[in-house]
């Protein structure tokens, strides 16, 4: 590692500049709470082991999803005051402690307060962990490190039907939740050996009152509302008013963060052809495999009347997907095909809705698996690119803020869509007429995205070209040289 590598890492500690050391941080960070956010679909004994109701634990899970969008940003205002490692070390504390929380409650009130901290916990590990890894170990790992982040994002999204599908089929999630703490006490471990003591980036840096407050209002507010749909439906005010507000505190908020000079977040230079088709494809098929994988698991226990265990070996073909969408995207991030490769992920999440479309009680199970693998395929080769089309659109410096900008925007379009999804389901009697519904409507999504996307890309008149990761380590100047948005027509 270069000198100057390494005097951004502080005082050395034991592990401190170790590559390995920094995956390992990253993907403990991520995956704890990556897995446990699919795993809850299979686990159905949550609510009678904690004397509540459907909407009880959807409403659990729903604020711990608000959690994580909100905490991203709670995390990129605290790496600029504090040290990162403090942050690292602090968030992996208060996972552990969340999912003690989790473990040990008895009542949905508990079980709800660990899952929001696990959820905060997480978000503010995600800018506090991938940053490192992906900036302080020279351009040339670069690749090698987003194919790690791309699996700790994805790849335990993927694996978490398979372990949800053996807790709930065990009745043990008590135990999941256990072995969650002690990732994350092994966390406060490694952070503590792993992270060298660098200074704050910005110590004298206030609180964003522009920010932070807007931020828990555009997550807390629409989680909720949603959340809300398995009790009063699409008509009631406790759905569609706090959606409402939230998504106006979301415009606000970003609004604000564009204007402001000296803003948390860089939307200012994000706002360019390439970062904006790729935060846009993100968001798409984050949203779009998120709800066919519920549709599957709704097909698979109500329609054909599986058991969570095998549910969860079903959908456990994912994997194979996103294990391969890794690897190509290694290939990918260094050549100029990397806003294509997105795309084409966008296009196989709409091919594995068009299977579901085709689904009826007595099609074979071999469908869903096929599905899966499409699914996993997409989200690695469709969100993490577009993740990483905002992150180099970017100073490195600057890509912590960048990502939690990113997630903010993917996880409330991933975890909004989802459960409105779902609700269509339920509108009908026979579950397999909504389930082919709800698929069609979600091939639409990726049919009409992707040619928006396209025409953003086509109307900002953006080459092709490869990202300088070797400019782009120095910190100095961001990777993509991307046109303003439009900007082939604005002299037309």
Known sequence: MSTSLLAKAGTRTPLAGSYPAAVAMALVALCPFIVLSTASLLITQLSVDLHTSVFGTQLAEGLSDAGYAFGAVVGADLIQRLPTWRVYVGAEAGFAAGSLLAAAASGITVFTVGRVLQGIATGMLLVAALPPLVTRHGAARVPLSAAFVNLGLFGMVTLGPVVGGIAGAEKVWRLLFVAMACVGVGGVVLGLLAFGREDAHSPRMGFDWSAIPMALAATALPFFGVSWLSRGGFGSPAFYLPVAAGLLALCALLVRQYRKDDALMPLKLISHTLP????????????VVTALVE?????????????????????????????????????VLRTRWLPAFALFGLGVAGVAGALLVGLGAGRPIWIIAVAGVLLGFAAGAGVTPGLFMAGLSVPSGRLGPAFAM??????????????????IVLLFSDPTQGIRLAALILVLLCAVGGMLILAVLLLGGARPHAPDLDLWVRGEQPAYHSPRLAAAVRHI
């Open 295 to 331: 549709l599957a698991v709704v097909y698979l226990l109500q329609v054909q009347h599986e058991s969570v265990a095998v549910t969860g070996a079903i959908l456990g073909t994912q994997v194979v997907g996103v294990v391969a969408a890794a690897l190509m995207f290694k290939r």
């Open 276 to 287: 904006v088709t790729g935060i846009a494809t993100a968001m798409v098929t984050g949203a």
């Open 406 to 423: 990113v997630e903010l925007l993917r996880s409330e379009a991933a975890f909004l869509v989802a459960p409105i999804v779902v609700q």
